[in-house]
């Protein structure tokens, strides 16, 4: 099986600034792409910005200029850099791990959440 587990949530003051890790795990081989995706109350699950195995980021356009997205392949990890965080950036933070495991093979992999508040 593989895990994906977010970490570095919590609550933060506007202008403020987390780091959200994503650690994935399972005798993965490799991985193809991660994506850190955000759900608020009342809205639908959004992308933030996602990465390939190559290091290609994208982010949408909320995320631009203060969201660093990063990856570690050796070990599996990838982090969002949030700076400057806005009470909109509130939300849940999912990462999502496409890639391949043995015995497994091809996968998409959620992770539990990570809780983002940011307060005025």
């Known amino acids: 099986q593989v895990h994906v587990v977010e970490s570095g949530g919590g609550r933060v003051q506007s202008g403020g600034s987390l780091k959200l890790t994503c650690v994935a795990s399972g005798n993965i081989s490799g991985t193809y792409v991660t994506g850190w995706h955000r759900q608020a109350p009342g809205k639908e699950r959004e992308l933030v910005a996602a990465?390939?195995?190559?290091?290609?980021?994208n982010y949408k356009d909320p995320a631009k200029g203060r969201f660093t997205i990063s990856r570690d392949n050796a070990k599996n990890t990838v982090t969002l850099q949030m700076n400057d965080l806005q009470p909109d950036d509130t939300a849940v933070y999912y990462c999502?791990?496409?890639?391949?495991?043995?015995?497994?093979?091809?996968?998409?992999?959620w992770g539990q959440g990570t809780q983002v508040t940011v307060s005025s």
């Open positions: 990465i390939t195995n190559g290091g290609s980021a």
């Open positions: 999502k791990v496409s890639g391949w495991a043995l015995p497994l093979g091809p996968f998409d992999s």
